[in-house]
Structure formats: C-alpha cells, structure tokens
C-alpha cells in the first residue's frame, strides 16, 4: 500500500496542451500539487517555466507538440496511444496584433498565424485527443472573455477576439455533435492576466487566475454538456 496523500482534483490524469510558460505551465504546477500526474507540451527544446518546473518533481512528464502542423499532433497521438486522461486541457494560443489596431489593418500572414493557432490548432488537438480522455472525463479549451461577442461593447484587441469567438463557435459545433456524451466541455475565461500574451498592464497576477479557475473545472469533473465558464464559474454571455 503506498502512503502517498490522495489527490486533492478529480482529474488524477491531466494532458495540456501548450505548456511552456503562462497559464498553461500554472496549470500543470496547480495540478501537481493536487496530487495529479500530468502529462504538459512544449514546442521547443529551449529551456522554459515547465522543464525548470519539471526538473523538481516526478509527477510531470514533458511532451512535444506544435498546434499550428497536422503532424506534429497525429505524432504525439501515436506517442500517448493506449493512455488514458481525466481532464485535456487545451491552452495554446497567440496574439500578435495590438490592442488598437483595427482588425482589417492586421498583416494576412499575421492573420492566418492567429486564425491557425487559436481556432485550427486547438480545435485539431481536441479532435485528435479526445480519443483519449475517459468517457466521463473532461475536455477544456482555454478561451477568453474577448471571446464573448454579446460582451464586446468597448472593441480592442480585434483580431484577437474574432479568434476566441470563432474558437467558440467551433467548440459548440462540436459539442453539439458528441450532444450524447458524457464528458464535460469547457469553454474557460480566465480574466486579463499578466503573461507573455497579456502584457504587464493585465488586472491579474497567474496566481489570482489559476487557482480559481482549476476549482472550477475541477467542480465541473462529471457534469456533462459544454459550457463557458470565467475563473469562478460564473457562465460567461455567447
Ligand atoms: N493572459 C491573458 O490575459 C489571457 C486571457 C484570456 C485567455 N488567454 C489564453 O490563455 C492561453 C495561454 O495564454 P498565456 O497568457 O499563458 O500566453 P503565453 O504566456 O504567451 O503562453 C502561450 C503558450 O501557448 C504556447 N503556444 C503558442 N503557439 C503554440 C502552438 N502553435 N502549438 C503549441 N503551443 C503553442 C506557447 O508555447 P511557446 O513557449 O513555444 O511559444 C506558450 O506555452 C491562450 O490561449 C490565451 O489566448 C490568456
């Protein structure tokens, strides 16, 4: 019998996806220390937050994968085929246009690299590695409130916004096609916070975002269906 501490989460099994930094490698330090083995990607060989993170415990195992090429994630399929996960949670994305900017002044390659990333690459990630997640396990996605066109009232960020709503627009085709599943969907907005992404001028610090925002896909472990969701679980207006 091991002695070790039962997990703290329900989602003993963890995958994410685009790990490096950020929200995505706080969310691997958050399920780690709930007790989570947790398997998070990266792009690169180039040392980063999650291998230094990594370096310091054995629940974490690091793989590769690049949203953004076809291969790379039929490749890291076949490499995690016959595992099984509790929660694959989708973080990758980029943003390259600034706040002002109006959204047809955006560059088209510039473009198509945000469309690529936010909407392509994630949704081509949940559809290759849905296969494996538990039949009553959870799918999240990392949205953003910008991603609300009911709460665009003030504009900013515009091609940025366009991509989180198109993400979710795609999210709910896809739910709506597993309507009979069992898994819970998430949609999560985890406020502006203070990345690489969002800036130093964010509202929020990683660890006023994170924590909260895993209570709340933990809380939905076992609920069907999808829903978007902000950090404390409130439901975020289409
Ligand atoms: N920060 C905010 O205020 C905020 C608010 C709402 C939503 N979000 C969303 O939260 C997610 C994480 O953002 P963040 O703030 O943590 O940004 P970040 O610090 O810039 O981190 C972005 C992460 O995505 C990875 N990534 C980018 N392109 C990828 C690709 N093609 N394939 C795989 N991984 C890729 C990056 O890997 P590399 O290190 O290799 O580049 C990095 O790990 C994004 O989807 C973002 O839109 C952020």
């Known amino acids: ?64 994968v690049d949203v953004a090429v076809p291969d790379s994630i039929a490749a890291l399929r076949r490499r995690l085929d016959g595992r099984v996960f509790d929660l694959l949670f989708v973080v990758a994305g980029i943003s390259l246009a600034p706040q002002d900017q109006a959204g047809a002044d955006i560059g088209t390659r510039d473009f198509e690299r945000m469309m690529n990333t936010n909407v392509l690459g994630v949704m081509r990630a949940v559809e290759s590695l849905q296969y494996l997640v538990a039949p009553d396990g959870t799918i999240a996605v990392m949205s953003s409130g ?8 003030r504009g900013g960020f515009e091609v940025y916004r366009a991509t989180k709503s198109a993400l979710n627009q795609m999210f709910r085709s896809y739910a709506a096609r597993h309507a009979a599943d069992r898994r819970a969907l998430l949609l999560m907005a985890p406020g502006w916070v203070r990345t690489g992404l969002g800036g130093p001028g964010a509202m929020l610090e990683i660890g006023e975002s994170i924590p909260p925002l895993i209570d709340t896909v933990d809380a939905q472990y076992g609920t069907p269906g999808l829903q978007y969701l902000d950090r404390h679980g409130a439901p975020v207006p289409w």
């Not at 019998?1 to 691997?28: H, K, Q």
């Open 146 to 153: 910008q991603g609300s066109v009911s709460g665009n009232t």
């Open 1 to 64: 019998m091991s002695d070790a501490a039962e997990p703290r989460t329900p989602n003993r099994r963890v995958l994410v996806i685009g790990a490096s930094r950020g929200l995505g490698e706080a969310i691997v330090e958050e399920y780690a220390l709930r007790g989570a083995r947790v398997v998070a990607t990266v792009r690169s060989d180039a040392p980063s937050p999650l291998r230094a993170f990594a370096a310091t415990t054995d629940a974490v195992e690091i793989e590769r």
